[in-house]
C-alpha cells in the first residue's frame, strides 16, 4: 500500500469511527438511567464487544493479546477509561452542542500534544483550516454558557484532553494494540461504575439500547478511530473528528428536537466547510514524529 492508499484508508476509519461515535448524545437521550449505571453497562457492553474482535483477530489469542500491551497500553488504559467517563457525564450535565463546541478544540490539543511529545509539526493547510474551524467553534457559543453548565463544560474539556492524548498515543506507538487497550479502558469504567449501580437490570429494551451504545460508541468507534489514526497526522485526525461537533447535535435535533441554535448550525457549517476544504487538498508529503 502506497502513502495515498495509506492515507485514504487512515482518513476513512478515522470518518467511519467518528460518525459512529457522534450517536453517542442520541443514545443518551434514547435512555432514562442515572449516569453510573448508564455508563456501567455501556463500558461492559463496549468491552464485550472488543473481546469478540480480538477474538476473531488473534483466532482465540484473547488474553495473549490482552498481556502484550505493555507499559504503553497500561497507561492508555486509564486514559481511554477517563474519556469515556467524562463524555457520557458531559453529555448528561449539559446539551449536545455544548459538550460538542469544547470538543471542537480537540485538534489544537491533538496537534499541541504531538508537537511536544513526538516533534510532529503542523502543515500550513491544517493550521488555516484549524483556524477556520476555530470560528464556526466561536460561533457555536452562541449566547453566554448558563452557569448550571460549568460543570459540564469542565467535564467535555478534560474528555477533550484525554482523547487528543489518546489520537497522538496511537501514532507514537504504532504497534500498540487498540482493541486490548480500549477492552483496559472499559474494565476500569465498569469497575468505576459498579458500586454506584443501581441494583437488578434494566428493563430489555434499555439492555438492546446499552448494547447497541457500547458495542458502537465505545467499542467498534474507538477502534476505528484509534486504528485509523496511526495512519495519518495528530493535527488531521482532529480535524476530521470535528465531524462529531456537527452530526453530534444534528441527530439530536432531529429525533428529540433538541434544537440546538441558529448559532450553533452557522457555527457547525464553518467547522464542516473547514473539514471539507482540508481533506479536498492532494495528498502530499505527511509530517512524521521524530
Do not use: K
Amino acid at each position: 500500500m502506497d502513502g495515498r492508499d495509506h492515507r485514504a484508508l487512515g482518513i476513512l476509519l478515522v470518518t467511519i469511527g467518528t460518525v459512529l461515535w457522534s450517536t453517542a448524545g442520541l443514545f443518551v437521550r434514547l435512555l432514562h438511567l442515572d449516569i453510573w449505571t448508564m455508563q456501567g453497562w455501556r463500558a461492559v457492553f463496549g468491552g464485550l464487544s472488543l473481546l469478540v474482535v480480538i477474538a476473531i483477530e488473534r483466532r482465540g489469542g484473547t488474553l495473549t493479546a490482552l498481556w502484550e500491551i505493555g507499559r504503553p497500553g497500561l497507561l492508555a488504559g486509564p486514559v481511554a477509561a477517563v474519556s469515556m467517563l467524562t463524555y457520557v457525564a458531559a453529555l448528561q450535565l449539559t446539551t449536545v452542542a455544548n459538550v460538542m463546541t469544547v470538543y471542537a478544540t480537540v485538534p489544537f490539543m491533538a496537534a499541541a500534544v504531538a508537537w511536544f511529545w513526538i516533534g510532529e509539526h503542523v502543515g500550513r493547510r491544517a493550521l488555516i483550516a484549524g483556524c477556520m474551524a476555530l470560528v464556526g467553534v466561536v460561533v457555536m457559543a452562541g449566547a453566554a454558557t448558563r452557569p448550571e453548565d460549568i460543570a459540564g463544560n469542565a467535564l467535555s474539556l478534560l474528555m477533550t484532553l484525554t482523547f487528543a492524548i489518546m489520537i497522538v498515543m496511537a501514532r507514537r506507538y504504532p504497534g500498540l494494540g487498540m482493541a486490548p487497550v480500549n477492552v483496559l479502558g472499559t474494565a476500569i469504567c465498569a469497575l468505576v461504575c459498579l458500586p454506584f449501580m443501581q441494583a437488578g437490570l434494566p428493563t430489555l429494551r434499555e439492555l438492546l439500547i446499552l448494547a447497541a451504545f457500547g458495542a458502537l460508541t465505545s467499542g467498534v468507534a474507538y477502534l476505528l478511530f484509534l486504528t485509523g489514526s496511526r495512519m495519518i497526522p495528530s493535527s488531521e485526525a482532529g480535524l476530521i473528528a470535528l465531524l462529531d461537533v456537527v452530526l453530534g447535535p444534528l441527530w439530536v435535533w432531529l429525533l428529540f428536537a433538541e434544537n440546538p441554535g441558529a448559532a450553533a448550525l452557522a457555527g457547525g457549517a464553518i467547522v464542516l466547510g473547514s473539514l471539507v476544504w482540508y481533506l479536498l487538498a492532494p495528498a502530499g508529503p505527511q509530517p512524521s514524529p521524530r
